[in-house]
């Protein structure tokens, strides 16, 4: 007589199993909110997330005994493999995108924000010939704009608010943006926001500190979070700001 046991097939299923021997994250001690930035020289070691070891999962099917020895019918081994480790982009910023006092004889009253997006630069017009200039991001191509307005509201850590045309836009290409995001230090927006007239467009902060001197907008200008909040503290609601 042929007695049928199932001594492997489908195991019971139990609430923590899905938890044990999950490999450990290794992080980077230097793992800061993501828009704190190291200063210049280079970037600290990378921000790796590592599993210890790869997983192997085994699946035995229905095993028979016969004359009192089991016989295994089949028995699969699955190994799987985890993810490899992956590099965070740098934090560091090229020098000359740092803020610095420079001189600047623009003929423009002091408290004037002009903006040169060829050269990635925003100067704060000081007076005396010079300004306190920082880097930016720009308008990526195809969305370069030049023109002058006033500073019409400040916020700090603002909400975004992607226009439909944006999220369409974004949808298109498999990117599918949130109808409205909270400020926090995952908001593109990042830490402070200057709105520009009655335009879409802004002076504001960034999650990704690293596109300061690149044609990456959406036609918004952006700067690195305590180069935003700088600049807020300086410029009042109703400062001019040129695009140039």
Request: net charge positive.
């Amino acid at each position: 007589m042929v007695l049928a046991i199932a001594l492997g097939g489908t195991l019971p299923a139990h609430a923590n199993d899905r938890y044990a021997n999950r490999p450990p994250i290794v992080v980077s001690p230097d793992l800061t909110a993501p828009w704190l930035m190291q200063l210049g020289g280079q970037p600290k070691a990378r921000v790796v997330y590592r599993d210890a070891q790869p997983r192997v999962v085994v699946r035995r099917q229905v095993v028979q005994q016969r004359a009192g020895q089991p016989v295994v019918r089949r028995q699969v081994v699955v190994q799987q493999a985890f993810a490899q480790p992956r590099q965070v982009r740098p934090t560091a910023i090229e020098p000359q995108f740092l803020p610095q006092m420079v001189d600047y004889d623009s003929g423009h009253q002091p408290g004037t924000v002009i903006i040169d997006t060829n050269t990635r630069f925003l100067y704060l017009v000081t007076g005396n010939g010079q300004a306190k200039r920082y880097g930016v991001g720009v308008g990526k191509p195809g969305f370069e704009w030049a023109g002058a307005h006033r500073v019409t509201r400040k916020a700090e850590w603002p909400t975004w608010t992607p226009p439909a045309e944006m999220r369409a836009r974004e949808a298109k290409k498999g990117k599918f943006l949130p109808v409205r995001m909270d400020g926090g230090p995952a908001n593109p927006l990042g830490a402070r926001a200057l709105y520009l007239g009655s335009t879409l467009y802004r002076i504001h902060g960034t999650n990704a500190p690293w596109t300061i001197g690149s044609a990456v907008s959406s036609g918004c200008i952006r700067m690195r979070n305590e180069d935003v909040v700088d600049l807020y503290e300086r410029v009042p609601v109703g400062a001019k700001v040129i695009v140039i």
